[in-house]
């Protein structure tokens, strides 16, 4: 018997509560329209932010609607809280025949349910937890900082991460997905000599549109820098989970 799509959220192993009561302060809300250049290799998975009342059952209710429309949950991660609120990002599938549009009419039937944000994920990133990117770099201290770059994208559900020796105004290592930069361009980033989320507007790259930034140093006069194209904004505990794994890179 084919599992209830509540039933199938009890199962996901990779969801992770953060007890953060940081309020959720959002930059940008809606579907993702302008992807950018990175998104034409991105397949049918889609990334969902909602939020939701932090109460017994609004998790299931929520997975009961977007199976309604056909939505296959492949993992959800709870992201962030509040004193009466919880958001979470759900990694699914939709048939072909079934427009991203459909999530928000199901998410709409749900009393106290917004969505934050709809937009394509990678079908080959999976839900990483930090533990295991920092099992990865205490397996590897030397490659710290580029398991993280390498990571990142996963870890923190963004399209792009690079590592950037800020000082001799270099890139170090990036992802797969990550704009081609270097040199005097890199001041686009701003002075990354701290923790800070920016927004960078289209056409800061030749053929890039939108795209939301979080920045974090590490030691060394290094620094990190993930990006997801057209949104979502980085929560205040991402921005802490950043600076955290960093710092923990940078010591390696």
């Known amino acids: 018997m084919t599992p209830r799509p509540a039933e199938r959220v009890a199962e996901i ?9 940081a309020a959720y302060r959002a930059q940008r809300v809606g579907i993702a329209r302008d992807f950018g250049p990175a998104y034409s290799k991105m397949g049918r998975m889609l ?15 929520v997975a009961s609607a977007l199976g309604s429309v056909g939505a296959d ?3 959800v991660e709870i992201i962030d809280r509040g004193p009466d609120y919880a958001i979470d990002d759900f990694m699914l599938n939709l048939p072909q025949s079934v427009l991203p549009e459909n999530l928000l009419s199901a998410c709409a039937l749900v009393e106290g349910v917004k969505v934050l944000w709809v937009s394509h994920y990678h079908s080959d990133w999976g839900v990483e937890s ?18 993280l770059t ?24 990036s992802s797969s997905m990550a704009p081609e930069i270097d040199g005097a361009d890199l001041s686009v980033f ?21 795209t939301l930034i979080a920045v974090a140093a590490l030691p060394g006069g290094r620094a990190i820098v993930i990006g ?4 979502p904004a980085y929560l ?11 710092t923990l890179a940078g010591a390696r």
């Open 13 to 21: 192993t990779g969801a992770k509560r953060s007890r953060s009561r």
């Open 47 to 61: 990334l969902l932010r909602v939020q939701l009342p932090d109460r017994p059952g609004s998790l299931g209710a």
């Open 73 to 75: 949950i492949h993992a």
């Open 130 to 147: 930090d533990i295991a990117t920092l099992n990865r770099m205490a397996s590897d201290p030397a490659q710290a900082g580029q398991i």
């Open 150 to 173: 390498e990571e990142s994208p996963i870890v923190f559900h963004s399209t792009w991460a690079v590592l950037v020796d800020v000082t001799a105004g270099s890139v170090l290592a």
């Open 190 to 210: 701003g002075a990354m000599d701290s923790t800070y989320a920016t927004e960078l507007e289209a056409g800061w790259q030749p053929g890039w549109g939108d």
């Open 228 to 231: 997801r194209n057209g949104g």
């Open 236 to 246: 205040p505990v991402e921005l802490v989970r950043l600076q955290h794994l960093a």
